[in-house]
């Protein structure tokens, strides 16, 4: 009995030291920027590698379109991308909007090319468990039809991206260079209710995924998080 119910603690002790916590980063990026290049490699290698042990960074690339006007127009920028990230600088009580930048968790901020500063702040969210956010996502006509069931209150975002994307630049600071991104979103969406439709638009090239997410209106933290790649 004795050895029973040590190897149940054992085991018990090693499902919960595998256990990582889902840690979102959001990086607010333009490709006329030329300081953006370098977290766009960052972010890459955060999701390629996993770095932290306790957590399984999902990542965002989010395009701001106030670099549009500077000789080089975005494809993957938007402006709902640069308002969301004007929200964070209200909830985090900042004037500062500037690329490129990370929001981890929608808790900290740091330059989006500081390797440091990010993965200590990806390491302090990986110190808050989540709750479980289940996510169920299937190709429907021109769309994915996407399901959901979450416990905390707050607003549910839904997002698709795609996993890779390159670009050409021929103008602006960047002019002349070939850029790689990573999960770089393509719709973003307030969902009420726990399905929603989101259509696809034929420009979205390759593998796509969706990252859905319940966030704090006030403190814009990020309190449950699920993913589903490879469509």
Not at 12 to 40: M, N, Q, W, Y
Not at 84 to 98: H, L, N
Not at 135 to 153: C, S, T, Y
Request: charged share 20%; glycine share 8%.
């Amino acid at each position: 009995m004795r050895i029973l119910i040590a190897l149940s603690l054992m085991m018990t002790a090693a499902i919960h030291a595998e256990t990582r916590v889902p840690v979102l980063v959001e990086l607010f990026t333009s490709e006329g920027c030329s300081s953006c290049p370098p977290a766009d490699k960052l972010l890459a290698d955060l999701s390629g590698t996993q770095p932290i042990k306790n957590a399984d960074v999902i990542v965002l690339s989010e395009h701001v379109d106030y670099w549009n006007t500077l000789g080089w127009k975005d494809p993957f920028s938007s402006k709902a991308f640069s308002e969301r990230q004007e929200f964070y600088s209200r909830v985090m009580g900042s004037s500062d909007i500037y690329t490129p930048q990370a929001i981890i968790d929608g808790r900290y901020s740091a330059v989006g090319s500081n390797r440091q500063n990010v993965l200590k702040a990806i390491s302090s969210s990986s110190a808050m468990p989540k709750e479980e956010l289940a996510l169920a996502v299937k190709r429907e006509g021109d769309g994915l039809m996407i399901d959901l069931a979450h416990a905390a209150k707050g607003d549910l975002w839904v997002a698709v991206a795609q996993s890779k994307a390159v670009s050409r630049v021929s103008g602006g600071e960047n002019d002349g260079r070939t850029l790689a991104h990573v999960g770089v979103v393509r719709s973003m969406v307030k969902v009420n209710g726990n399905q929603v439709h989101v259509a696809l638009d034929p420009n979205w090239q390759g593998e796509l995924k969706v990252v859905a997410f319940v966030q704090d209106a006030k403190s814009g933290r990020i309190l449950q998080i699920a993913q589903s790649a490879g469509l």
